[in-house]
């Protein structure tokens, strides 16, 4: 079952920053948080993972929070294909068989 | 480098049938991963291998699911009989380690319907 909370729809005008929330209040301290995105008809892809320090990629950035027990993605400029679904997952470092555990994410819509 | 392919990309048929999908992981990727979606729930989990050995099959519904991956490299997944409820979009992952930090690589899916 899922163990991450995040709204279920958010918008956003292209070429803006986007801010995607992500809780996980009950992540231990060698969890990972991963970052997944499904376009419409198309397999999830993977986008960005942390453990406690920021991470930043071609896609987007990972903000964790100090406590670890709230995330946020970041695209720095949104397109008009950056409209999919987006899955925080919580991922045990070891133990877990690297399982992915989906919720049912935030519907990212972006407008010109 | 190729990516994960699943075939077919679509298939049809009549509740009681056999259908079997394919999954090519990526080359070097011992481990394979088999999820899916039905109607209006979330991607869920199957099962899990490394190489050839099963790790993980927690997921499967049920015994008329039988998945496979003889030496190591593609996967099949088979439904025998398929049900109606069986009907959804059926996604392989493979990654080059089993860890939390490690990167899952999906296929584009197969989407089943059973009529």
């Known amino acids: 079952d899922a163990k991450t909370t995040q709204p279920n729809s958010m918008e956003s005008n292209e070429e803006e920053p986007v801010h995607l929330p992500c809780n996980h209040s009950?992540?231990?301290?060698?969890?990972?948080i991963h970052w997944y995105r499904q376009l419409p008809s198309q397999g999830p892809e993977y986008v960005i993972h942390?453990?406690?320090s920021n991470v930043n990629n071609r896609m987007a950035s990972l903000a964790i929070a100090e406590d670890r027990k709230s995330s946020t993605l970041i695209l720095h400029r949104a397109t008009l294909r950056d409209a999919a679904v987006y899955y925080c997952?919580?991922?045990?470092?070891?133990?877990?068989?690297?399982?992915?555990?989906f919720g049912t994410g935030t519907q990212l819509k972006v407008e010109l | 480098e190729a990516g994960v392919t699943q075939f077919p990309s679509h298939s049809v048929i009549e509740k009681g049938q056999t259908v079997t999908l394919r999954c090519d992981p990526i080359?070097?990727?011992?481990?394979l991963y088999w999820y899916r979606r039905v109607m209006g729930k979330e991607i869920k989990f199957l099962l899990h291998?490394?190489?050839?050995?099963?790790?993980?099959e927690s997921g499967m519904p049920n015994n008329r699911f039988l998945a496979e991956r003889t030496g190591g490299t593609y996967s099949t997944l088979k439904v025998q009989p398929a049900e109606l409820e069986d009907s959804g979009v059926y996604f392989c992952?493979?990654?080059?380690?089993?860890?939390?930090?490690?990167?899952?690589?999906f296929g584009p899916g197969t989407r089943l319907t059973v009529l």
């Open positions: 009950t992540i231990s301290g060698t969890d990972y």
């Open positions: 992952a493979s990654s080059q380690l089993v860890s939390g930090a490690d990167t899952q690589y």
């Open positions: 997952i919580q991922a045990p470092f070891t133990g877990g068989g690297n399982k992915l555990t």
């Open positions: 080359s070097g990727h011992d481990n």
């Open positions: 291998f490394v190489k050839e050995s099963k790790q993980d």
């Open positions: 942390g453990l406690t």
